[in-house]
């Protein structure tokens, strides 16, 4: 009896380790995808010469779909008047990730807690010569 | 008490499997933004002609106005100093940034961290002119005026050195002016 005891604390234990390999890797997936999302948009806004209002408009949503959380909650910035090529176009957007460890609800960890804000900024040199 | 044992075992190899797993996590994003950045610092030195030999007809790079957007991408996006040195905490070795211009001057142009080293003549699709082949990792020929950019960061912030090789990160990138 004593052993059983022993060995489903010893489980439980090391299931915490393995979920939260998983959703760690979960985790660095949705980083990746926002980068290359960014990134994505940041292509975009060096032919427009700015980070546009339908630019940004779908960049959040497509965040926001990969992330589970509404557009609203990620917040873009930048260069938002066209500049011209040459000129430089910076950029900072920020997401809230949550849901980075894994057994949050058996270590008693509320869902707030358990929430990192990332920022990706940077800046990209536009190409935007006016000509339509 | 035999549990115990095996536990802790299980207990140092998970960890041991989760901090190899964060550290290959971050290099995957790391090199991913060290791509973007050279692709953004090869775009920003094409950015610039000199307008009188572009009145004639040709595409000449201004190389002095095109090193300095793409020291600005390095800034900006990697967090370097000016001097090229890490700022971000990732990486800890000085940045060697490789600029090569090839326009119709038909003198290609290389600058090291900023400063002129050299220069040499070529043609556009000569099969004997693969230059990027021996510093682009690339076997295309050059047809058009380009910049290319080689940056090379170093080794990665590995914590668990122990378990996987370094491998220096070196990212290359062709921008063709368009």
Redesign the interface.
Known sequence: MK?LI??IA?II??SV??V??TS??AA?SR??FA??AV?SAVETA?QDGCLTAQNIAQLRQKLAERLGCSPQDITVSGTSAPVM??S?I?YSVTYPLRGIVGTSRLLGIAETDNTVVNTIS????S?YTGRP | MKNIVITMALLVLCTAVLLFQMDADLLERQTYRVKYTADRMANAATLFTDDAEFGRGRVVFLCDEGNALALRMLTDNLGYTVSFEPQNGYFSERARVEMYYFDDSMTARHYSNGSFAGSFGFEYGDPAARFIAAFAGDDSLIEKPCAVCVLDVGEPGIRAGAMTERVRIVKKSIYEYR
């Open positions: 052993d022993t060995g010893c234990i090391l380790f393995l939260q390999i760690y890797q660095h980083i990746l980068e290359t990134n060096k090529r040459g430089v910076t940077g800046s990209a040199s190409e």
